[in-house]
């Protein structure tokens, strides 16, 4: 220390010379030290800023998810309201002879509704989940119900209109006896022997009229297994 001083103490008159030199050297090393503040400063900024980007995203991300259930949700709902509709015919074959039209795959109106049941069958999902995040398979699920419903609504409208006047006089007749067999075969308190010869007869009475639907005559028969093993 004591050198330094005598250094200072002999050596004073360089500060006039090399002065302006120390002073610019002080002053790029303060704006060189300013810069990196204002760096590591910026660089927090954007760091912080990233934060809070990435927050809003998956808040808007989670509430677009939860938009999209509620939307998948609804046309689920869909779909199974107007499954019911359907199976109010084709679980009940004494509604369905009231309005034959509705299983008459020889009209048009038929087989679109069946048509636009199977597709929307095919695209329904295990569980809302399993739309999520896809678009595509969303907006194609949702015009299938869609079309499904619509298809729906207008061949029973038509059925309702039509009733039984597709079929001839006589026909008519055997869909009639049909019917009130069919009520015999499901009726609890018939005995065994007497539904399965109302089922056999009523089978017989609509032999090229209608073809009743798969889950209509399991319907039947379980009724009638049923009674059987009572």
Known sequence: MDQVLQFVQHFWWLIFVFGGSIGTGLKAVSAAHQRRIERRQERFRIKQQT?????????????????????????????????????????????????PMMTDMREPLTVDFHR????????????????VGNRQAQADYREAVHAY????????????????QGFTWDEQQRLVRAQSLLRLAMDTGATPAERQSA????????????????????EIERHIAGQIEA
């Open 199 to 218: 089922y056999r007869k009523a089978q017989k009475e609509l032999e090229g009229l209608i073809v009743l639907p798969t889950n209509a005559r399991m």
């Open 116 to 131: 636009a049941k199977r597709r929307a069958d095919l695209l329904r999902p295990s569980d809302v989940e399993a739309l």
């Open 51 to 99: 934060k809070v980007a990435l927050a809003q995203a998956k808040a808007r991300n989670e509430t677009d998810k939860t938009t999209q259930r509620r939307e998948i949700g609804k046309t689920i709902d869909e779909h199974d309201q107007t499954d019911a509709r359907w199976f109010a015919y084709e679980l009940n074959p004494v509604t369905l002879l009231d309005f």
């Open 149 to 164: 419903a619509i298809a729906f609504d207008v061949a029973e409208t038509e059925a309702k209109r039509r009733r039984r």
